[in-house]
């Protein structure tokens, strides 16, 4: 048993799920993982670099994985702004990705000591073009550890992006927690085939072939142009199309094992979908209520916020008559959440955008 | 491809179906590629322990030739993104090829703190001027009323001087070269990835295409007998005739402590090993 903070439990997290090479730049409130990172990498063999930005940072973490090493970075909203571009680029040559992002007050400079969680939607959208994204975020200091052992994962099976979305709150809350020694580390298989017959982008199924690096003489060419199976460049109109369907369906095709999200009591009239430090808020909200009125409140709460359960939750909130959305930020989680139900059920957005945590008494002033 | 009948060279050359390549007649990048496979073939260095890193523009097409690990970056990101391979594996011998507006400008930051970290990575810069790839605009390397597409009255700004930027910034071994002087520009390339540290090439290039006619250089051929007739070697005399002109050679060079194998006494302090 340990007392912890989340972003320190991200950072042993990432450890113990394999990472070995850590490459970032100064932020609030992220740095705790930085420091960590190269207190403790060392000790083991890895490697931690301090770069000069973090556009940097990101390719550097980019270059290692494309070397075949494990390798995260962390940081906040204007660093998150710096690396979408490095993102784009993991995306393309589909290597393994890592960010945490503990989301600030934005936009620019903003709020650097304060809560926010107005980094959804550039999550999804940030970097330019269609393109696959995982974005999860815990609430807890336990489940940042469980999430980014998990993120790290899939990158590795999907060889996509994956982010780590903290609040400010959930990044540097101390909380008791004990974490497993071993973890289940996901290893994509190499091929049977030589370098003369292997394509780097040959699995057409489920995204989760053979993959190799640098340095194992199959004489790979990444690029961050648009590609045929080979990694060469092209402008084939049937070859870009290929291209771009496979991206997409890295997600379509894995979405029902990807989706992560816990309910509780959907039977109530109204029901709570929330993430990350405000869910906590929610919960607080959900027992006052029951107890003060004897009436029930349900509750989803979202670990995986993209791929978002567009299906999932169309089901899980058929009987609901009211919902409510609270978050920190101007309201970007609750407009796919009005797309998931029906147009007469209402979405009450409960939202604060000032620096301070959502409280419990926010969400019982439309809870009634 | 079976290269047994052809020369040693194409050893490092992908003979399945890269070219024709896409670079225009009378390009000055094709003779740097030229040397940088000859300085491989002579150095004898094994392809499948070789990672060739670029960015984006003329310059960084170079890699997608090359029969070795290849690794074509975001524009001006070459230097992050092979500072991150060199150091995830630190046994791959790693050349970073790039232009002066992929390395100087958007990759202008990262090109002085690679060198302040003075990393075992091999830096060639084909200066031809201007942005090639994106049709002829003014780079930081544009001589002052030079012309470009972005600069039709004349280029306003100075141009950086790379070695000295280079030198300052911490790199261990500066050179100069064109592509008048293939051989040379083969050695040097040759030196830079023999000397343990960051190493820095300026291979000066012409670009008869874009920056050559808007500036009425003429062809190809009189682009490079300029580059041959305004260049002279870091070892002659001082004369009044050579006061003016570009210096080719090795322009600096001295000892310091490569950062891979820094890094490796910090693994054994952090470890509680004796360094």
Redesign the interface.
Known sequence: MELLSGNEACAIGAIRAGVR?F?GYPITPSTEIAEYMAHEL??I?G?F?Q???E???I???????????K?MTATSGPGFSLMQ??IG?SCMTEVPCIIVNVMRGGPATGLPTRPAQGDIMQARWGTHGDHPIVALVPWSVAECFHLTVQAINISERLRLPVIILLDEIVGHMREVVSFPEKVDIYQPPKPTQGPDEFLLYGDDTNYDGPVVG????????????THRKDG??TNDPKTIAWKMERLKNKIEHNKDWLWNFFYTDLGAETIIVCYGSTARSAFDAKKIYEKKSGKSIGIVRLCMIWPFPYERLTTLLRGAKKIIVPEMNQGQLSNEIERTVSPDVPVITVNRVDGEMLTPEEILNVLG | MSSDNLPEIFEYIRLDGRFPHILCPGCGIGTVMNAMVRAFTELKLNKNRLCVVSGIGCSSRVPGYLDCDTYHTLHGRALPSATGVKLARPELEVVVIGGDGDILAIGGNHFIHTARRNINLSLIIINNFNYGMTGGQFSPTTPVQAIATTAPYGNLERGFNISEIAKSAGAVLVTRSTTYHAVHLKNMIKKAIQKKGFTVVEAISQCPTLYGRMNRLGSAVKMLEWLRDNTVSVAAPETKENENKLKIGVLWETESEEYTEVYQNLIKKAKGEKV
């Open positions: 090479f490459a060392p000790k063999g490697i670099i770069m000069e930005d556009i940097a940072s390719c550097a973490m980019n270059g290692a994985t494309a070397a075949g090493i390798a571009e490095g680029y640098f340095g194992e003489g199959y004489r790979i060419h990444l690029s961050g142009l060469f460049p």
